[in-house]
T-cell receptor
């Protein structure tokens, strides 16, 4: 069974641009969660999608948004990038409400 | 407010030695507690999961304990290896109307030296 995949793995953007990250969950998993990880803040929960609906949301500004498609694949979008958005963005999938399996992450650098 | 505190923040040990990482939480209502290992630049990988009724769970050289009364958990690593160098993250799940609500600890960064 293939694991969680995230694309791209690395990304460099400049301030003010926008970016879209993609996550393909493990086959059969319907829940996808997104996290931001920075050295100073650790793992911060962004949002969770289940069956194309946002089920939970963390404390991030509206510049961070996401969606989930009917095949459970999910995208995360960050608009008007700021330097502080530089981080490792992790996606995790789970079947329903159980163990989360993490992808390798997308390393975003904002210059 | 749900919180998970991990200690120490970082730890350096010699190869072959044992170590214990700590996790204190104030999460309610408690569902389960997981320990994850995260290698640099990679996503976290689950080591153990413990529910309210479990005191100890082992996964090879990793042994997790849970004291639900004091709301404390520990991860003991036996006979450390260089490959154990990683961050270890404690994650506590609370039951919520819309599914499990996760609270992450800040992690303990372990370095094993030869």
């Amino acid at each position: 069974k293939a694991g969680v995949t995230q694309t791209p793995r690395y990304l460099i953007k400049t301030r003010g641009q926008q970016v879209t990250l993609s996550c393909s969950p493990i086959s059969g998993h319907r829940s996808v969660s997104w996290y931001q990880q920075t050295p100073g803040q650790g793992l911060q929960f962004l949002f969770e999608y289940f069956s194309e609906t946002q089920r939970n949301k963390g404390n991030f500004p509206g510049r961070f948004s996401g969606r989930q498609f009917s095949n459970s694949r999910s995208e995360m979008n960050v608009s008007t990038l700021e330097l502080g958005d530089s981080a490792l963005y992790l996606c995790a999938s789970s079947f329903q409400r159980d163990e989360q399996f993490f992808g390798p992450g997308t390393r975003l650098t904002v210059l | 407010k749900n919180q998970v505190e991990q200690s120490p923040q970082s730890l350096i040990i010699l190869e072959g030695k044992n170590c214990t990482l700590q996790c204190n939480y104030t999460v309610s209502p408690f569902s389960n507690l997981r320990w994850y290992k995260q290698d640099t630049g990679r996503g976290p990988v689950s080591l153990t999961i413990m529910t309210f009724s479990e005191n100890t769970k082992s996964n090879g050289r990793y042994t997790a304990t849970l004291d639900a009364d004091t709301k404390q958990s520990s991860l003991h690593i036996t006979a450390s290896q260089l490959s154990d160098s990683a961050s270890y993250i404690c994650v506590v799940s609370a039951l919520g109307n819309a599914g499990n609500m996760l609270t992450f600890g800040g992690g303990t960064r372990l370095m094993v030296k030869p």
